[in-house]
C-alpha cells in the first residue's frame, strides 16, 4: 500500500521523538520481520543479529558494551588496496560489500573504505577527536558514543581518490563532494542493488541528529534497501513509519 510523501509538517521538530509524533496507524509499506526483543530504554537496546534495520539516532541508542555477534576481518573478503586488512564488519555486510566492491572495480572505480565497526569507546575516540578539532560542527557530523549506526558492524564509509582534486586539501577525508566523484556517483546509483542504503540524506537531519554524508552507507539486506531507493524513504523515516511503536522507551533526558 503506498503511503503519501510526507510533508515537512509531519517531520519531528526535535530530536527527542515521542509517541505522540509518530503515527499510530501506519499502514504497513514493507514486510518487516517481528523480533520478540524485549522493550528497553533507548540507550541499552542489543538488536538481535537478525534485525538489520535497528533505529540509531541521536535519540535512539545502543547499550554501551553491544557488539555483534558475528564480525569478521575485512582482509578476507577484500584486497589490501580498498581496506585495512583489521577492519570488522558483520560476517553479510562484508560478503555484500565485497560482492559490490569486485561490481565497481570490474567498472573501473577505485573505492576505498575509511571506516567500518566502532565500538562504542572507539566512537568516543572519534567523537572526541571531532570536538578538539572542530568544535562548532562535532555534533553534527560525530554520534555520541553508543548512538553511532557504526556500533551495529553493517556501515560502511568510502572515499574515491577523485575527492582530493574536489576538496583540494588532502587532509579532508570526509566532504559533501564525495557524492560528485565518480565511487560516490556509483553508490548513489547502485548500492541498493547489494543490500546498502544511504541512511543520512541531508533531509534526515532532523530525524537522524547527522549531516549530510553521502560517504555512510549502511548495510540492510537487498529487500529493504531496494525498497528505500525507489520509495524515497531513508531509513529512520521508514522505520518510524512502519512500526507501530516505538523502539524502545525514550530516556527522559534524550537529546
Ligand atoms: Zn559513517
Not at 503506498?2 to 509538517?9: C, E, H, R
Not at 505522540?20 to 528497553?40: E, H, K, W
Not at 565518480?182 to 543490500?195: I, M, P, Q
Not at 530525524?207 to 549502511?218: A, D, M, N, Q, V
Amino acid at each position: 500500500m503506498a503511503i503519501a510523501t510526507p510533508t515537512p509538517t509531519e517531520v519531528p521538530p526535535t530530536l527527542t521523538l515521542t509517541p505522540s509524533l509518530v503515527p499510530s496507524s501506519s499502514p504497513t509499506i514493507f514486510p518487516l520481520p517481528t523480533f520478540d526483543a524485549p522493550i528497553v530504554t533507548c540507550d541499552e537496546r542489543r538488536p538481535t543479529d537478525e534485525d538489520l534495520s535497528a533505529i540509531v539516532t541521536a535519540s535512539f541508542g545502543l547499550a554501551t558494551d553491544y557488539v555483534p555477534g558475528d564480525l569478521v576481518r575485512l582482509g578476507n573478503y577484500l584486497p589490501g588496496s580498498v581496506t585495512l586488512p583489521d577492519m570488522l564488519l558483520r560476517r553479510e555486510t562484508a560478503e555484500a560489500l565485497g560482492k559490490m566492491v569486485r561490481a565497481m572495480k570490474a567498472e573501473g572505480l577505485a573505492p576505498t573504505i575509511l571506516s567500518t565497526y566502532r565500538s562504542c569507546f572507539e566512537q568516543a575516540v572519534a567523537r572526541h577527536r571531532w570536538e578538539v578539532n572542530d568544535p562548532a560542527n562535532a555534533s553534527q557530523v560525530s554520534a555520541l558514543p553508543g548512538h553511532s549506526e557504526h556500533q551495529l558492524g553493517t556501515v560502511v564509509d568510502f572515499s574515491s581518490p577523485g575527492l582530493l582534486a574536489l576538496t583540494g586539501d588532502p587532509a579532508v577525508k570526509f566532504s559533501p563532494l564525495f557524492v560528485q566523484t565518480s565511487e560516490g556517483l556509483w553508490l548513489k546509483t547502485h548500492a541498493h542493488e547489494y543490500g546498502f542504503t544511504l541512511t543520512n540524506p541531508p533531509e534526515a537531519q532532523p530525524w537522524t541528529g547527522l549531516t549530510y554524508e553521502p560517504w555512510h552507507y549502511r548495510y540492510v539486506g537487498v529487500d529493504l534497501a531496494v525498497y528505500l531507493g525507489t520509495s524515497g524513504y531513508f531509513l529512520a523515516e521508514f522505520m518510524f513509519r512502519a512500526r507501530p511503536a516505538l523502539p524502545c522507551i525514550p530516556a527522559l533526558d534524550a537529546p
